[in-house]
């Protein structure tokens, strides 16, 4: 400690006007520097964020690396972008290719197998105990629990002339709910090596990303709740549910029969989605409500008919009517029990289909070249729209800050993450946002070239938001959402106490591109810090003009 000890009746978090009378005096060493000291220089070299293998780098490669200069990103190849992606996601266990999970399949060019399910076995993992589900409710699953599903099956072999059966195999599913404990999740992987008495294939799902071969197993009857299992004992087989005290809501999702599930979200109107399907359950008698949004394919309305007939099983009491209910139309009893109308980014209005799939790309550039990686859905299925393809943990629960682009056809949204603060509440600075700001940059210029290349008749207006201030028009495009207050929050303090209003302001890709690559600001302007400023450059953002005024300025200062 150099200087005086400050008196207890001083506050030691005082902003002073001058420099203080005490300052901490650190010591480090090289390659082991604080945070505190590596966020003051706007070019410090990032090694650590790239995972290495042991003996792929000597010392002096490891050293050269420290000090080698910020590399100049380059735009992706935007071709390699509109390139057809796997048309779907094929399961292979055992060096055999099963596809789905069922149908049949060229194995040679004139042999056939056959995928067919013997049993199916489901265990609730609590405590470190696992109690078996009997059949009948083995599609009913709580998001803040885990399990363990046993799938037997076996194969049939058709050469052409003879069908043969192979012999039974099995494999272990388990799967965590995203409201699921970290021991639980523990428990639960343990769990599945216990019950796995004969060695099979051990295969981990985790909620809202289950591949198509686990949801067929469950035969389009999934139901994932997000509310609590009423049997507190853990005993899953002493009944069905009672009818709701309060409305709930459920999301259909899935692109083939087989692979309907249906998804709890919060009962109101707020919840709705043009492109989609939901099913409404009533408290009281379990009246059940049908919703079709205006925009919904034809198979998603099927497949919610189906549904809303299905959940009735789900339910004690006397059966109820499915009353089937089309956007716009909806009687008064349905919005009074969704506690009115809200917002939720209604087409009914729109000329188009809406008939697409969405895509999302993330951009990254930890390995020092500009990528960019497409999150593809699990149960997307070849020839047909999947109108909800990803969910909102895809983007926050992506290494922030993310540069995510959200493709909806008409629109394009670049959607940006966060930093995160210290435990202090301090803001990044440095070369983290520098690096970001580059990122940001090199997204723009590959998303024009991306939007270029669809080479239709007007191109889409493409909008740059901020993570917890997302318009409605972006939130419609995923099933659920949360409202991030948190992550609101943050970047208000991050903007120095600039509130937003959500969905921010409506700014273009193009004005955003222009405020990001601006060289000549005034004196004024650089002391906000404005983003995509190297701040060890700053004089060069001056023109000649002012420079000459600010140098002749600070002669006078010393001279005086």
Known sequence: MIGSVPKKTESLCALPASRPTW???????????????????????????IIKMKGHATDDQEKQNQVAPVL????????????????????????TVLGRGRGTFKKYESEEITVLTDNVKVWLVHEYKNYEIFPEYHHMLYSNEGYVVRWEYHLEEFDGFVRKNKAKRCAYYFWQGTECEINMKGATALMTVELDKEKGPQIRVTQNREPPSFLNLFKGKMVVRTDKRPLLDRDPNLGRRSYPLEVEMFIVRGECEEEVHLHQVAAST???RSRACFVVVAPGNGEVF?????????????????AGNNI???YNGAVASVTKVEEQCEPARFIMLLGGREDYGSLVGSDESHHYTPRMFIFTSTSGVF???EVL???????????????QSDLYDANQPALILVDAKYQLWLWQGWFESSSEGERTTGSSRQHFAQNKKVAMETINEYVELMMLAENPKVYPIEAGNEPTEFIALFPFWTDREDIKQQFTRDQGGIHKTKGGRRTSINTAYRLLTRTEYTLEELKQKPEGVDPSKLEEYLSE???KKYRLRLCVDTTA
């Open 371 to 373: 990528k960019a990686d």
């Open 377 to 391: 859905c699990p149960h997307r299925v070849p020839n047909r729209d999947t109108q909800y393809p990803f969910i």
């Open 545 to 547: 003009e002012k420079r």
């Open 290 to 306: 049908v919703w079709v949004g205006a925009k919904a394919t034809s198979h998603s309305r099927q497949f919610a008919i189906t």
């Open 270 to 272: 707020a919840s709705l």
């Open 312 to 314: 009735l099983d789900n």
């Open 23 to 49: 300052a901490m005096n650190i010591t480090t060493i090289q390659g082991k520097e604080p945070i505190s000291l590596r966020e003051k220089f706007s070019d410090w070299p990032e090694p650590g964020r």
């Open 72 to 95: 100049q990103l380059k735009p992706y190849d935007a071709n390699l972008m509109h390139q057809t992606q796997s048309p779907e996601e094929v399961l292979k266990l055992e060096h």
